[in-house]
């Protein structure tokens, strides 16, 4: 009996002990919920005039304790029972915008994207949106584009590796407010070679939408500046060979060979007197055909009266050494024409002036 | 047969009783004695200033050890000191003085009073140092502030915490200096404008940014190299860009616009938006279709610089990107 007694109390005890750790499935907890539906989540997109739409909110939330905002000033937002209510008014910028509306409750939370339109821009450049290609000259130069747009065009853009464009003014077109005359300058083209840049119009009211076209500069003509023996003069002409007149002679045998049978005390030099003054030239020579008395440092000096001179450039490094091998220079320029040409050796690859140089043939040519 | 079940009873009564015989917790197991919050280095690095704000406060902490509350109040004093500044700089850089940490300079904080009292029944006073200014502080060097208990005022104190170096750290929206930040390169080119050899490079790097002030970091130029960290002083100082976030643009409001400047030396000309190098700072939420999102912190930059006046500029079009957890950061 006893024994039935202990083990109904420990049975007894377990039991309780048992049912005191069942949960609680009677007791109703009010869950708060809040939920956009799928539909009223779609993206909405207003049209330039702004507009009205709607995103259903199923909530037992009170009204209070929810929210719904906009992240930006055009979007406006309301909230009323079952709904939300997203407004935007007009949008007067020629590019669209786009902002987010947030409809949360706690950790909560659901997101609609909204775009708006914006006015519609265009930008030509002489008529055209690409493509417009203005040919220049090689030589220094002005040009200019007609530019219609209603957008505020302030950026020209032209690129570091074609720079030889320069933005010079912008004027306005009378009575025709959308519409802009560009002037650009261009700089010489110092080159055989045509040369283009890419210049692209952009407006900050939309960075997006941008115009561009093309100058297609012609490459430098070069004409060879017919020379004649007695245009040709040297301040230390060798007296037993190399006159100055085979430098024109077409003979890559002959040659022009300064004094190695006497001494001045200056460098030595070959000087051309021009017919007519130019203001800059490329002059090309070929070497004799031999190794010794090759100018390595060389002056280019000039001068308009043959009494007060300039040095146009002074060449120390890239001159031919070799036999019969030939140099052509780049363009040089002088600030005020020219009629007078030297070229004054300082140095040669057997010595330094004053010494002795040679050379087989002599050319100049001018920018036509 | 009853005595059996009576000494079963009283021996589960006994270990039952026995089992809950607490420690005696009643009693204070320690001595009651101030101390200064520290790690075991005694530096206490654990508080960030915010820089988007023009102050912001951080707290010297001062603890009462002891398994109670106390039950009398205890004070508390402060002082300046250097001892633990001095030893943190020789044991970390020895002779090299250029990288030695400063103490944090004057115009940068005030702290309105050194002196207070734990109350009875109270465990900590927390002393307030107001920071400002802190944008002039350089990103690259370690700040601290050192303080100790001054003796005369301060009741019983442990001699092992009288002493603290209070590290400075200060954070933007953008980066910290708490922690090392990189963005990382996507979609990006980086083109050389010579027209004899126009390099262009994709870079898939990232880039450590730096605070500077409430809407400024520095980063380096382009793809050039941080390096070694420790010996980067003159690097940042040629090839560092400071980019400064600005309002909102008018297009899209999780962007901003930015302006992009030399730190130092660097020639940098900021170019006019292109395309998606707009010259934002954008907050990018890239959605799936189930509803999630990745937040990213974009920089957007479209510019070029050059390290010297002989070179050709580089032409940066790049994306720097983080991700990162909008509610991580509420926390």
Redesign the interface.
């Given at each position: 009996m006893k024994k039935n007694i202990l083990l109904f109390g420990l049975i007894g005890i377990l039991l309780s002990g048992v049912f005191s750790c069942a949960p609680d499935y009677e007791t109703e907890f009010e869950v708060k919920s809040l939920v956009v539906p799928d539909n009223s989540l779609a993206p909405i997109s207003f049209p330039l005039e702004g507009g009205e739409a709607q995103a259903l909110v199923e909530t037992n939330v009170e009204l209070a304790n929810w929210s719904a905002s906009s992240n930006a000033e055009w979007l406006s937002v309301s909230k009323k029972e079952g709904s939300v209510t997203i407004s935007a008014g007009s949008n007067n910028t020629y590019a669209p915008r786009i902002a987010r509306v947030t409809i949360e409750y706690g950790h909560q939370a659901y997101y609609i994207n909204v775009t708006q339109k914006g006015n519609t821009p265009f930008l030509l450049a002489d008529g055209l949106r690409n493509g417009a290609i203005k040919s220049v000259s090689a030589g220094k130069t002005t040009f200019s584009v007609l530019v219609k747009s209603n957008l505020n065009v302030d950026h020209f853009l032209i690129p570091d590796t074609a720079n030889f464009v320069h933005l010079d003014a912008i004027t306005a077109v009378e009575g025709k407010p959308d519409e802009k005359t560009v002037t650009f300058k261009v700089d010489q083209n110092m080159s055989r070679n045509a040369r283009s840049s890419t210049i692209t119009l952009q407006s900050s009211d939309n960075y997006d939408y941008t115009a561009s076209f093309v100058v297609v500069q012609s490459g430098i003509v070069f004409t060879e500046i017919p020379l004649r023996a007695d245009m040709l003069s040297s301040n230390a002409q060798e007296v037993y060979e190399g006159p100055s007149s085979n430098l024109l002679d077409g003979d890559p045998g002959t040659f022009f060979h300064s004094a190695w049978s006497f001494s001045i005390g200056e460098a030595h030099y070959i000087q051309v007197k021009l017919d007519e003054p130019i203001s800059g030239c490329i002059f090309w020579y070929k070497n004799r055909n031999n190794g010794n008395g090759k100018p390595t440092d060389v002056s280019i000096m000039v001068s308009a009266d043959g009494e007060t001179w300039s040095e146009m450039v002074h060449i120390t490094s890239g001159l031919p050494t070799g036999a019969s091998e030939t140099y052509e220079s780049n363009y040089y320029s002088s600030e005020t024409p020219f009629t007078y040409f030297r070229f004054v050796v300082n140095k040669t690859n057997d010595g330094v002036a004053p010494t002795f140089f040679n050379m087989a043939e002599l050319r100049m040519y001018y920018i036509q | 047969?009853?005595n059996r079940?009576k000494v079963i009873y009283c021996t589960l009564l006994g270990l039952t009783l026995g089992a809950c015989n607490s420690y005696d917790f009643e009693q204070e197991q320690y001595r009651n004695e101030i101390n200064l919050l520290s790690n075991s280095q005694l530096i206490y690095d654990k508080q960030v200033a915010d820089l988007s704000k023009s102050n912001d406060t951080i707290y010297l902490v001062a603890g009462l050890s002891g398994t109670q509350n106390a039950d009398k109040s205890y004070r508390v004093a402060l002082m300046e000191a250097d001892s633990l500044l001095k030893a943190y700089n020789k044991s970390n850089y020895d002779i090299d003085v250029s990288r030695y940490a400063r103490l944090l300079p004057e115009a940068c904080y005030t702290i309105p009073y050194l002196e207070g009292n734990i109350p009875a029944g109270e465990t900590q006073l927390r002393i307030p140092v107001y920071l400002q200014n802190l944008e002039k502080l350089s990103p690259d060097s370690i700040y601290f502030l050192d303080y100790q208990i001054d003796p005369s005022g301060t009741d019983a104190f442990n001699p092992k915490k009288k002493e603290v170096l209070l590290r400075i750290f200060k954070e933007n929206e953008f980066s910290s200096t708490k922690q090392n930040v990189y963005y990382n390169y996507t979609s990006s080119y980086i083109t050389t404008?010579?027209?004899n050899n126009?390099l262009v490079r994709r870079p898939t790097s990232s880039n450590q940014v730096f605070p500077l002030g409430g809407n400024s970091v520095r980063m380096m130029a382009g793809d050039e190299e941080l390096g070694e960290y420790k010996t980067g002083y003159d690097r940042i100082n040629e090839k560092s860009i400071v980019v400064t976030i600005g309002g909102q643009t008018?297009?899209?409001?999780?962007a901003r616009k930015v302006t992009i400047e030399p730190y130092k030396t660097i020639d940098v000309v900021q170019?006019?938006?292109?395309?998606m190098y707009?010259n934002t700072f954008l907050i990018n939420?890239i959605?799936t279709p189930d509803g999630r999102?990745t937040y990213y912190k974009e920089f957007r930059l479209h510019y070029?610089y050059r390290l010297n006046e002989a070179d050709?500029?580089k032409?940066v079009k790049a994306i720097l990107r983080m991700e990162y957890s909008p509610?991580a950061d509420l926390l």
């Open positions: - | 047969m009853k079940i404008l010579d027209l126009p008018s297009k899209n409001p999780l170019m006019t938006p292109f395309e707009d939420i959605s999102a070029k050709p500029y032409e509610r």
